[in-house]
């Protein structure tokens, strides 16, 4: 690997008060694992995963201020005091009124596709990623990814590459028609494009149109306070901004938003779902009641009410956020120095390595991408994922045919607090390993999916 010279690094706002023993099991048995998951490193068991970054949900480090407010949970099926605590936090990052818990990301997706989506019709947002696509094909309706086309090129260096075409977003709803156009979902960063963050000034466009035309647009709010970093780094006329104002700023410009906890607020588990306008509350409300539990738990236990309010507060501190997403540049740089062609720039979660150029000796028709997840398994024991074909696949809504997306990416996607640079330098050193061997990495074949998100639950075998 490359001498990464310079000024030394900014040490993280924290130290470690508890670990965890990881152990690597051998090749061989790393081998038998991987047989015996079919392919899948969804399937494995953790603990023969030394390395995992499988995703950055759920798997954090709370910290000791969580720990504690762990302690201070209260059971109570509804009212909990707990409940008031956050409640009260999400008013002040959000601006939003009305609050609704939910269990995780996927749980605030069942409620507002339930609440604001109909059969026929058309959800459109900047990049869909895949359980929102498959909450809004279950409701009968058609996702429409409209990103500007530098977020689809990994190789070009545009800062904003989650940004929202406003060309492609007019044209969409000219050819459908506005009253099939109920909801746009702004995905703040873009996960599908390896955490690449979305522009204040676009998200202003996007708001002025969706008001203009009776759209109602919705946050998906997971990551926020990475692409609220990331732009005041990246925006001009933002670096004298905080974090949580530019986040605040883009809460203003949308009716709602919806989050997955488990990643910006640094909990294991937990979401929840706000809005402006009582009225969408209302519509909501009886969904989330119905899949998710009273309004005042949403399916989680108070004391993890109570961490999620502790870790949103936490995942707005700038230095935490300078820390997290140095680690995400240091291993980018590590991969980009050895000659790894990687998405550029680096987002605010994870390094996406652009499989289609990484192994262009494989055909689609051999997921190249979980063909890779699968060799650095074996080759280091670090857990990834590929997300290409098989990930998002679609079904033309005109044509009624299946066509798959041109990229092939394997994702890293790195927890928050968890790994030290070490981890990260290991990981560096196994993919740069496995590119000098790239010609030898063989391919797979599908022995059997789901049609919905099949890459969860897929087998293969070596092609």
Not at 125 to 140: E, K, L, P, Q
Not at 377 to 398: H, K, T, W
Not at 451 to 460: G, I, K, S, Y
Request: hydrophobic share 40%.
């Amino acid at each position: 690997m490359a001498d990464r010279t310079g000024p030394a690094p900014t040490p993280e706002p924290w130290r470690i008060k508890s670990v965890e023993p990881i152990r690597q099991i051998s090749r061989e048995a790393r081998g038998h694992a991987l047989e015996e998951a079919g392919y899948n490193v969804f399937r494995l068991r953790s603990g023969d995963v030394f390395v995992d970054l499988l995703t950055d949900s759920g798997t954090g480090a709370m910290s000791v201020s969580q720990w504690a407010a762990i302690q201070r949970g209260d059971e109570a099926y509804a009212g909990a005091r707990n409940w008031a605590g956050l409640e009260h936090t999400l008013r002040g990052i959000t601006g939003y009124e009305h609050v609704i818990p939910v269990h995780q990301g996927r749980g605030a997706e069942t409620v507002y596709t339930r609440a604001f989506v109909d059969e026929g019709d058309f959800v459109l947002g900047n990049m869909h990623f895949d359980t929102t696509r498959a909450h809004i094909y279950n409701r009968g309706a058609w996702p429409v990814n409209l990103v500007v086309d530098e977020g689809l090129d990994p190789e070009d260096p545009s800062p904003f590459k989650g940004d929202a075409d406003l060309a492609k977003l007019e044209r969409a709803v000219a050819e459908r028609g506005v009253d099939r156009c109920p909801l746009f979902i702004l995905t703040i960063t873009s996960n599908t494009n390896g955490g690449q963050p979305v522009s204040l000034h676009n998200a202003r466009a996007v708001s002025e149109f969706c008001r203009a035309h009776g759209i109602r647009l919705l946050l998906d709010a997971a990551r926020f306070a990475e692409n609220a970093y990331l732009v005041r780094e990246r925006e001009p006329g933002m670096a004298g901004h905080s974090v949580a104002q530019i986040a605040r700023e883009f809460f203003d410009l949308a009716d709602g938003a919806a989050m997955s906890a488990k990643k910006d607020a640094l909990v294991n588990i937990g979401g929840w779902l706000a809005f402006r306008r009582r009225e969408d509350y209302l519509e909501a409300r009886k969904w989330a009641v119905l899949y998710e539990g009273y309004l005042t738990y949403g399916g989680m236990a108070g004391r993890d009410l109570e961490a999620m309010a502790v870790g949103l507060r936490e995942g707005l501190d700038p230095r935490y956020l300078e820390a997290r997403i140095r680690q995400v540049r240091l291993l980018h740089g590590m991969l980009s120095d050895a000659g790894v062609p990687v998405m550029r720039p680096p987002g605010g979660h994870s390094v996406m390595i652009d499989v289609n150029r990484f192994l262009d000796h494989l055909p689609r028709e051999q997921y190249p991408a979980e063909s890779l997840a699968a060799a650095l398994y074996l080759e280091a024991g670090v857990r990834s994922v590929g997300l290409g074909a098989l990930a998002f696949a679609e079904i033309n809504p005109d044509t009624g045919q299946i066509e798959t997306p041109e990229w092939e990416y394997l994702r890293l996607a790195i927890p928050r607090r968890v790994y030290t640079d070490n981890h990260l330098a290991y990981i560096g050193e196994a993919v740069a390993n496995l590119h000098r061997k790239r010609e030898e990495i063989g391919g797979l074949k599908l022995l059997e999916a789901p049609l919905d998100l099949p890459h969860f639950t897929a087998r293969f075998g070596p092609a």
